[in-house]
């Protein structure tokens, strides 16, 4: 157990739907970071959180947004789902605001869209 | 912005042979350096980082690699794999102008006997 709690661990839902996944750090971390891993593209950057606040965008589409709560887990909802997003999500924390000093990974949200 | 190249995308050996998981990356500030293993239908786990000092790294299960700042690499190494080493495994980058870790597409290493 790496102490990032992420659930669920899968989820099926059609095209056009919304779905909410959610994280919580690592006791004692303040950023929250989202990754999308596919076989295509890989780990992609989506967004990261630092103590509430947004502190970074990467590949994140419109379709998606996140927020971090104060007692600090976080949630990506994903709106109007297309087969294209079906992927590993991926929920990390670290202490610090800018993880130079690693990440600590959860074990993942499957979502498949069918 | 940094980025990282991972030269393999798969890598066979046998067990108890040594092998190297290579690793260049591109910035042009001071980097930090990391490589994660995926275990299947698992998350990502730490296996060592290189944030400054010596430049030899050990990290978990006999690890190490070694950052070379003139060759912008940091090569994973293993002198004898074992097969629960097989796995998915990731070199990442950051640096104090971003954020987020930059993670290369990942080495597929599969052991056998």
């Known amino acids: 157990d790496s102490g990032v709690t992420q659930t669920p661990k899968h989820l099926i839902t059609a095209t056009g739907q919304r779905v909410t996944l959610r994280c919580s750090p690592r006791s004692g971390d303040l950023s929250v970071y989202w990754y999308q891993q596919s076989l295509d593209q890989g780990l992609q950057f989506l967004i990261q959180y630092y103590n509430g606040e947004e502190r970074a965008k990467g590949n994140i589409l419109e379709r998606f947004s996140a927020q971090q709560f104060p007692d600090l887990h976080s949630e990506l909802n994903l709106s109007s789902l297309e087969l294209g997003d079906s992927a590993l999500y991926f929920c990390a924390s670290s202490v610090d605001g800018r993880g130079n000093y690693g990440y600590t990974f959860g074990s993942g949200t499957r979502l498949t869209v069918v | 912005a940094q980025s990282v190249t991972q030269l393999d995308s798969q890598v066979p050996v046998f067990e108890e042979a040594p092998v190297e998981l290579r690793c260049n990356y591109s910035s042009s500030v001071s980097v930090y350096l990391f490589w994660y293993v995926q275990y299947p239908n698992q998350g990502l786990q730490l296996l060592l980082k290189?944030?400054?000092?010596?430049?030899l790294v050990k990290g978990i299960n006999g690890f190490e690699a070694e950052f070379n700042k003139s060759q912008t690499s940091f090569h994973l190494r293993k002198p004898s794999v074992h097969i629960s080493d097989t796995a998915e495994y990731f070199c990442?980058?950051?640096?104090?102008?971003?954020?987020?870790?930059?993670f290369g597409k990942g080495t597929s290493l599969l052991v056998t006997p």
């Open positions: 290189y944030l400054s000092g010596s430049t």
């Open positions: 990442a980058v950051s640096s104090n102008s971003g954020y987020a870790l930059n």
